[in-house]
């Protein structure tokens, strides 16, 4: 009875086996997944579930303004140190946002514990530089930047041109300037 | 007088065989090298070699030229003469199996009466090489790669044989041409149909003989590195590179003629038949290497002991017993 079973066992087996290689050779056939970075770039709706860098959001009542209310306790449980905020002097808004993307683990520590609400993950993807010091960025001028360029585009920045690569690389501005400018190399080139 | 003239023109033949040989080696290597990338990144839907020329197609060129601009690394109290002698022995042997192939129904470099006792004899030499390599290299994941080659090809290679004695049996030759041809031309009756049991053995072994996934234990790299040719770079590297191709070739070249009618076929017998079959089995060890996880050791043992031999030897006795009464 036992050796009936066992080779009961077995054939189910072999019949996963097939079930197996019939799965990939379909997959041989399909088309392909992957996107050919420099001459291709991702659709848009398959970024809304990509966990970018931070950005800060935008606020509920004030859509120019940021949310957050300079408490430091993102940077404070950020594992990183990658968080540096600078209260003004005035009001509680932070003047300095200052965020060292290659020190961030992407862990989310910051956008749990903060109390407003204030920052977000975004959908930025096309992120590269040839410099640490590019890398380092200003939230708040970012966000300037997305509040410039448009009402609300709810999820992150720069979610309309997701087709132009260029345009999702950090822009030669804020501290990126002094790295020289060299955050956003020509993907062609 | 007339004796040497023919001896002469024969050794000459031979000579000839064996360049075309190396060169199909070569030719299948460098073709395989691109198809199994390929065929890796179609499974996974990816698009596999891509830069370097139209398609990628000039990737297994800029392969080797890397692998020849290598330095020859050879790491500190290595058996120095065995060192360099495995990967010669892992290449040459294969070089006399790919004779008594047939090909096609005049093209066979060596007609010999009895092909498969020479390609089973000589088979086991490459696991000679692996251990060789392995020991040699006074590496721990080497050695421990070439027991598991050891420990895989010993078991493996006597299921292998019952079930090609099933269709020597069948057929009463050992002789290639003879089992080829006594397939006749129409598919349904060929050997995997005749003996369906036999061409599943042969094909769970032949890719177990060959080391290829999911039976790659002696080089399983998440574990031992890459087993018994850790230690080897460059041309050492390049020589095993080659000979595992060029079993895969050997082994499916064998399937072929064993199982797939050889060079007969529907239409126009020829080698052609031969080389489509073959590749189509080389094909299919490619696609499941992309298929299946790697089997454990105790697995790979237990298929083999439990399974494959028990299995084989009943093909063999019920072979027998239906050509008895026949
Ligand atoms: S995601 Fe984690 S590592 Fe990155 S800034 Fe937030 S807390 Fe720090
Ligand atoms: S936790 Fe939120 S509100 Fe507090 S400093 Fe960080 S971003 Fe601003």
Redesign the interface.
């Known amino acids: 009875m036992k050796m009936l079973s066992a080779i009961w066992d077995n054939l189910k087996g072999l019949y996963s086996l097939l079930v197996g290689m019939c799965i990939t050779g379909r997959y041989f056939f399909q088309p392909l997944k992957t996107v050919h970075f420099p001459r291709d770039v991702v659709e848009p709706e398959n970024l809304a579930s990509y966990r970018g860098p931070l950005e800060l959001a935008r606020g509920k009542t004030d859509e120019s303004k940021t949310r957050c209310i300079s408490c430091q306790m993102c940077a404070k449980g950020c594992p990183g140190n990658c968080i540096t905020v600078v209260k003004s002097k005035e009001g509680k808004n932070p003047v300095t946002w200052l965020y060292d993307f290659t020190l961030c683990c992407l862990c989310g520590a910051c956008v749990e514990v903060c109390p407003t609400a204030a920052i977000q993950f975004s959908h930025r993807l096309y992120l590269v530089s040839t410099s640490r010091e590019a890398l380092v960025l200003d939230l708040l001028k970012d966000l300037e930047e997305r509040v410039a360029a448009g009402p609300l585009p709810a999820a992150g920045a720069g979610t309309p041109d997701a087709k132009k690569p260029e345009a999702r690389m950090p822009d030669a501005g804020g501290p990126q300037k002094a790295a020289g400018g060299s955050a956003a190399p020509d993907p062609e080139g | 007088m007339e004796l040497s003239k023919i001896s002469v023109l024969s050794l000459v033949e031979l000579v000839v065989a064996c360049l075309l040989v190396i060169a199909l080696m070569v030719a299948n290597a460098i073709v395989m090298v691109y198809a199994e990338r390929k065929?890796a990144g179609?499974?996974?839907?990816?698009?596999g070699p891509?830069e370097v020329g139209p398609w990628g197609i000039l990737q297994p060129v800029a392969d080797s030229m890397k692998l020849l601009a290598k330095q020859l690394f050879v790491p500190a109290n290595v058996d120095f003469l065995l060192y360099f002698l495995a990967p010669v022995l892992a290449f040459l042997p294969v070089l006399l199996l790919f004779l008594p192939i047939p090909f096609g129904p005049y093209l066979t470099a060596l007609k010999v009466p009895d092909g498969v006792v020479l390609i089973l004899a000589f088979a086991g030499f490459g696991l000679l090489a692996n251990l060789l390599a392995g020991y040699s290299s006074n590496n721990k994941y080497g050695i421990l790669g070439a027991g598991r080659a050891v420990a895989q090809g010993v078991a493996y290679e006597i299921p292998m044989i019952l079930a090609l004695l099933a269709v020597v049996f069948q057929t009463g030759s050992m002789n290639l041409s003879d089992i080829a041809e006594a397939q006749g031309s129409a598919p349904w009756r060929w050997n995997f149909l005749c003996q369906p049991l036999a061409f599943f053995i042969y094909l769970v072994t032949l890719v177990a003989e060959t080391n290829r996934a999911p039976f790659d234990l002696p080089e399983g790299e998440s574990e031992l590195t890459a087993g018994f040719h850790t230690e080897y770079s460059g041309m050492g590297f390049a020589l095993f590179f080659l000979s595992e191709y060029a079993n895969m070739l050997l082994v499916s070249f064998v399937c072929a003629t064993f199982f797939l009618g050889g060079y007969k076929g529907p239409i126009l017998d020829g080698f052609w038949w031969t080389f489509i079959k073959a590749y189509a089995v080389m094909a299919f060890i490619v696609?499941?290497r992309?298929?299946?996880p790697r089997v454990r050791f105790d697995q790979l043992l237990n298929i083999n002991w439990k399974?494959l031999l028990p299995l084989s030897i009943l093909n063999l006795w019920i072979t027998a017993v239906i050509i008895k009464l026949v």
């Open positions: 065929g179609f499974i996974q839907r990816r698009p891509y696609w499941i992309w298929t299946f399974w």
